[in-house]
């Protein structure tokens, strides 16, 4: 078969030989049951075996998994409730009443958009209600946590923006608002971006929102990894401090299915969203998506403050423990090592972020690379990035943190093999089995 000859090395290689062994494969039954065996592998190890620090995961209350399987998920959903192109959708309808009015419920905002597939194409929809091509707009860096979609390779780049870097404070780790003003006014853009996919304190979204209205531009608030935090009042409330927009991915701290969902306080801004989703660029959408966001929401109304407290908890335990085995963290000297459920780690000590979470994951500690605003990693990332969202699902509370630092510093301090520490992190998560904070 073609190659694809733009992928890494290292993927295609791994293609290949899947490609060759299903070659030898003519049997549809022995497909099915390889597929179905890698499913059941896949669960055990990421379910069952490892201890999950990936920021960008979770795992979802198995009631709301369970929906993704109905068959609503197989009908199409096109047009508004009341007014649906497909006959037969009167049950569907109020499934997504229910779970757009819950998501405004959860955030306190007037408008929600539910139907985007995931966090990237809500920042799309976001940037296609606020500019046009050509335009300029301003986003976090790599080095501070933004994301690809706000940049080139990504959405806004695909969409023709160009976009500027919001300047930042790296020691206080936050944004540079002075220069910030100084140079909305020379740019004067359309949209300007904060948070992303490293968010470790607050920002300043008042003194932010003050300087897009003084330029004429919007102000939209990247919750990707947030949402949970900010649905569970401990971290910050981006709409009612000013911003016009928040998005975010309803996995990650959320703890829903993957997909994605734009809150809003502005009705035009609103208006905008609905035509791009319907009848743009969503038209049909994922009714079993829907139902199971709309159970993950009910979770979150139900448990999420303590929920969010937990993750972190865990979260500050989990850094002083990691320094108390020699592990150093990334921080503002004098504030707490996080003020969320993320933490970040120096990854030049660790031979990149890469690299280190590859060895780290061959202990089935799983985490990855992240840039930090540090002398540069040569081929690879100078940060690590841990979250807590997923060990705090799974029950594991400040006394637990401890045990994960000594696993991690055994590989990362001690320099023993992964593989010998393996066994004893699948020992670790026996006692860490059933969810927490679900209906």
């Given at each position: 078969m073609a190659q694809k000859s733009w992928l890494p090395a290292e993927s295609a290689t791994l293609i290949e030989e899947i490609e060759t062994t299903?070659?030898?494969?003519?049997?549809?039954?022995?497909?099915?049951?390889?597929?179905?065996?890698?499913?059941?592998?896949?669960?055990?190890?990421m379910d069952r075996e490892s201890i999950g620090l990936n920021a960008g995961t979770n795992v979802m209350n198995p009631r709301a998994a369970a929906l993704l399987s109905r068959s609503l998920g197989n009908r199409p959903s096109l047009g508004y409730p009341g007014d649906k192109y497909e006959m037969g959708m009167e049950y569907a309808e109020e499934i997504e009443v229910i779970a757009e009015d819950l998501a405004k419920r959860l955030f306190g905002a007037p408008f929600a958009e539910i139907r985007v597939g995931s966090g990237a194409l809500a920042n799309l929809y976001s940037f296609m209600a606020t500019a046009r091509p050509g335009d300029s707009i301003m986003a976090f860096t790599g080095e501070m946590g933004g994301h690809v979609t706000h940049h080139q390779a990504g959405a806004a780049g695909l969409y023709g923006l160009v976009t500027h870097a919001?300047?930042?404070d790296a020691a206080r780790m936050t944004v540079d608002l002075d220069r910030l003003r100084d140079e909305a006014k020379r740019l004067r853009p359309k949209l300007i971006t904060v948070a992303g996919s490293l968010c470790l304190y607050p920002y300043p979204v008042r003194e932010m929102r003050q300087i897009c209205d003084e330029v004429g531009a919007y102000l939209l608030y990247d919750a990707a990894h947030m949402g949970g935090l900010i649905a569970g009042r401990h971290f910050q409330a981006p709409l009612a401090e000013g911003a016009h927009l928040m998005t975010m991915s309803t996995y990650k701290a959320f703890g829903g299915p993957p997909s994605g969902l734009i809150l809003s306080s502005d009705a035009d801004l609103a208006k905008r969203l609905d035509q791009i989703a319907y009848p743009g660029l969503t038209a049909n959408f994922d009714l079993g998506k829907t139902?199971?966001?709309?159970?993950?929401?009910?979770d979150l109304l139900e448990h999420g403050e303590a929920y969010a407290a937990q993750a972190v908890a865990n979260a500050k335990a989990l850094g002083a423990a990691l320094e108390a085995e020699g592990i150093a963290t990334h921080h503002v000297q004098?504030?707490?090592?996080?003020?969320?459920?993320?933490?970040?780690?120096?990854?030049?000590?660790h031979g990149g972020g890469q690299s280190a979470s590859k060895h780290l994951a061959r202990a089935n500690i799983l985490l990855c690379g992240i840039g930090l605003p540090v002398a540069p990693v040569a081929g690879d990332l100078n940060g690590i990035r841990l979250?807590?969202?997923?060990?705090?699902?799974?029950?594991?509370?400040?006394?637990?943190?401890?045990?994960?630092?000594?696993?991690?510093?055994?590989?990362?301090?001690?320099?023993?093999?992964?593989?010998?520490?393996?066994?004893?992190?699948i020992a670790f998560r026996q006692a860490y089995q059933t969810m927490s904070y679900v209906r």
């Open positions: 299903l070659g030898r494969l003519n049997d549809p039954a022995a497909i099915e049951a390889r597929l179905l065996g890698l499913i059941d592998d896949h669960e055990r190890h919001v300047p930042f139902a199971a966001l709309a159970l993950s929401i009910l004098g504030r707490d090592v996080t003020e969320s459920h993320h933490l970040a780690l120096p990854a030049a000590p979250g807590t969202q997923e060990v705090t699902r799974f029950g594991m509370k400040q006394d637990a943190m401890a045990g994960i630092a000594r696993l991690m510093a055994r590989v990362m301090v001690n320099a023993e093999a992964p593989e010998q520490v393996r066994p004893d992190v």
